[in-house]
């Protein structure tokens, strides 16, 4: 079973320009997550899709970023226009239910750096 | 909110000594508590979970955590080290929002270096 996969796996862009990450949660689930980890700092939680609803964008830093998941597969998370404290590591992970217990399986993450 | 704090952003042992990384959460209910290990170049992967159904959990690659509530604790442990767990490890904590999703809370991490 292929795990959560996510393009690219480095991007390198200047300030002002647009980026979009994508990430594929493993098949058959409905719950997919984004967080961020920014240099030295811990790994916190953006948001979370129900299929394809966001059921929670508490995490999401300002309205420069944009996450879709248009029919409920894959998703995308869009910064524009990229600033240089959004340089970090991205994660996307995915979990088949929606409970305290649920494991959320991660993939290896998009390291962005933004000049 | 929950809070997850882990003691030590680096910690080494030597291969064979015990390793013990320490994780003390802040939570007013009874918590739902994660291990993740990230090998270099890779995603995160769950090592073990504490769920309530036992307070000492046992994990993959050797490795086990104590659910301690009278000292807010899950530390994880394994008995020998060996070469290939040199990784970061992020303890973390489950909690829902209001907007009834669920997400985790993790800790700043802890890379762990075993010298041969």
């Known amino acids: 079973e292929a795990g959560v996969t996510q393009f690219p796996s480095h991007s390198v862009i200047e300030k002002g320009q647009t980026v979009t990450l994508r990430c594929d949660p493993i098949s058959g689930h409905d719950n997919l997550y984004w967080y961020r980890r920014v240099m030295g700092k811990e790994i916190k939680f953006l948001l979370h899709?129900?299929?394809?609803?966001?059921?929670?964008e508490s995490g999401m830093p300002n309205n420069r970023f944009l996450a879709e998941r248009t029919g409920g597969t894959y998703s995308t998370l869009k910064v524009q226009p990229a600033e240089l404290e959004d340089s970090g590591v991205y994660f996307c992970?995915?979990?088949?239910?929606?409970?305290?217990?649920?494991?959320?399986?991660f993939g290896p993450g998009t390291r962005l750096l933004v000049l | 909110a929950q809070s997850v704090t882990q003691l030590g952003s680096h910690v080494s042992v030597s291969e064979g000594a015990l390793v013990l990384l320490r994780c003390n959460y802040s939570?007013?209910?009874?918590?739902?508590l994660f291990w993740y290990v990230q090998y270099p170049n890779q995603g995160l992967q769950l090592l073990l979970k504490?769920?309530?159904?036992?307070?000492l959990v046992k994990g993959i690659n050797g490795f086990e955590a104590e659910f301690k509530k009278s000292e807010t604790s899950f530390h994880l442990t394994k008995p020998s080290a060996h070469m290939s767990d040199a990784a970061e490890y992020f303890c973390a904590v489950s909690e829902g929002s209001g907007a009834g999703s669920y997400q985790l809370t993790f800790g700043k991490g802890t890379k762990l270096s075993v010298i041969p």
């Open positions: 939570s007013s209910v009874p918590p739902y």
């Open positions: 504490y769920t309530s159904a036992a307070t």
């Open positions: 899709f129900v299929k394809e609803s966001k059921q929670d």
């Open positions: 992970a995915s979990s088949q239910g929606q409970t305290l217990l649920e494991t959320q399986y």
